[in-house]
């Protein structure tokens, strides 16, 4: 299986800046594509930022230009890998639950490429 551990979420006033890191390990054979999405209350799940093996990064509008992606530089097929979202210039609107999100294949279906989530991590954006 594969375990994603989430980190960096807080409070932040607008303007401001963070950095969340999402360390995905277990039995992983191939990584595909990593990212991150969030949720607001009320709203649905969208996708924020990904980055795909070839580290080819796209962004949702809203966030491009504040937003950046980035993986480690290990090669796809180790145990662990780190992904981060650094946001920068924060608004309200960037308030929501922030979730890890990796397309990964395991040693047990190396063939076989699912969808994991992290335990997700709140980003508050407030004066």
């Known amino acids: 299986q594969v375990q994603l551990v989430e980190s960096g979420g807080g409070l932040v006033q607008p303007g401001g800046s963070l950095r969340l890191s999402c360390a995905a390990s277990?039995?992983?054979?191939?990584?595909?594509?990593m990212g991150w999405y969030r949720q607001a209350p009320g709203k649905e799940r969208e996708l924020v930022a990904g980055i795909t093996s070839g580290e080819t990064p796209n962004y949702a509008d809203s966030v491009k230009g504040r937003f950046t992606i980035s993986r480690d530089n290990a090669k796809n097929t180790v145990g662990k890998i780190t992904v981060y979202l650094q946001m920068n210039s924060l608004k309200p609107e960037d308030t929501a639950v922030y979730y890890c999100n990796v397309n990964a294949a395991t040693y047990s279906r190396a063939n076989y490429y699912a969808d994991y989530w992290g335990q997700g991590t709140q980003v508050t954006v407030s004066s």
């Open positions: 277990g039995s992983i054979f191939s990584i595909n594509a």
